[in-house]
């Protein structure tokens, strides 16, 4: 494992990388270690599948009391090596590189946040019953891809007839990959995704360097049309096994909508939810301050 040493504004900073699978896992790790012991860190997992962690950038401002965070790309991701093995990009690959990570990072209490496709791989290490996990934030992230496709074809039911037509013609004629297709789903992802507009350039960043390999493979072409690997995953049956302090977020909305969440919230005991009224799919940049307070609370409450 490499280190070199970085800044960020005024925030004590490192970056390397981690063996794994004969490849290179990339992380970066903000704040100071000395204060392990008395505030856990927490750590990230992005999204996507396939979405580099830039879009969780701006949460780097956690470190701003005192604790660590921690940053990774996945495996084929941003940063990190992106050998271009289809078969390789599997629910179990991703759930063995978060343990590896925290191994090799000495990680032996944590907090996990993971966003999207990031809190399905937390939960799915919840599942395994790790030890020296604080609490679990899981944030806009379903327990059943069959409820998020039906979800998110019911808000494309409220789009404009003309966006509808143009999205179905594209996937009939298997032309997802065309520009106007992709220009199309923009659409759905400025009501859905990220209502900034702009977008941050920390988001743009990301959109700009998801691994189509691993998304198309995992997904599928958009957020609604999933007929990849992961279009069957439900542990919705399994969530009452996740007996870790869990936080719920997400937005009003959100492509992970409010039943999709309520899904989720009534399946794993105790659980609490926030829901931030003015966001969708990133309210960790769309209400940034709220969602700075509530985490930085959730995490103060949970670090003994």
């Known amino acids: 494992m490499s280190t070199v040493s970085t800044s960020s504004t005024s925030r004590l900073a490192s970056e390397g990388y981690i063996p794994f699978k004969g490849y290179r896992t990339w992380y970066r790790s903000v704040g100071d270690p000395a204060n392990d012991a008395q505030r856990p860190p927490v750590l990230m997992l992005h999204g996507g599948p396939g ?33 271009h093995q289809p078969d390789m990009w599997t629910v179990p690959l991703y759930v063995e590189e978060l343990g590896v990570v925290r191994q090799a990072l000495g990680l032996d209490r944590v907090h996990i946040l993971g966003q999207s496709w990031g809190g399905m791989l937390a939960m799915e290490y919840a599942l395994t019953q790790p030890t020296g996990v604080a609490s679990l934030i899981i944030e806009s992230s379903p327990s059943s891809i069959p409820l998020w496709v039906a979800e998110a074809n019911r808000l494309r039911d409220e789009l404009p007839p003309d966006v509808q037509a143009t999205l179905l013609r594209h996937e009939q004629a298997g032309t997802t990959d065309s520009a106007e297709y992709q220009e199309t789903m923009l659409v759905f ?116």
């Open 51 to 83: 979405a580099p962690h830039d879009y969780l950038e701006n949460l780097e401002a956690l470190a701003d009391g005192g604790r660590r965070v921690i940053f990774y790309d996945q495996l084929g991701c941003g940063r990190s090596d992106q050998p």
């Open 189 to 304: 992802y400025e009501r859905h995704v990220c209502r900034l507009q702009p977008m941050p350039d920390y988001v743009q960043r990301a959109f700009e360097h998801i691994s189509q390999e691993v998304y198309n493979t995992m997904n599928g072409p958009s957020e609604f049309h999933v007929i990849g690997t992961l279009k069957e995953w439900d542990i919705t049956p399994r969530l009452g096994e996740i007996r870790l302090p869990t936080l719920l977020l997400s937005g009003r909305y959100d492509e992970a909508t409010p039943h999709i969440m309520e899904v989720v919230h009534n399946g794993i005991g105790g659980s609490e939810w926030v829901l931030f009224e003015k966001s969708s799919h990133m309210c960790h940049c769309e209400e940034e301050a709220r969602y700075l307070d509530v985490v930085n609370a959730w995490l103060r409450r949970y670090d003994g």
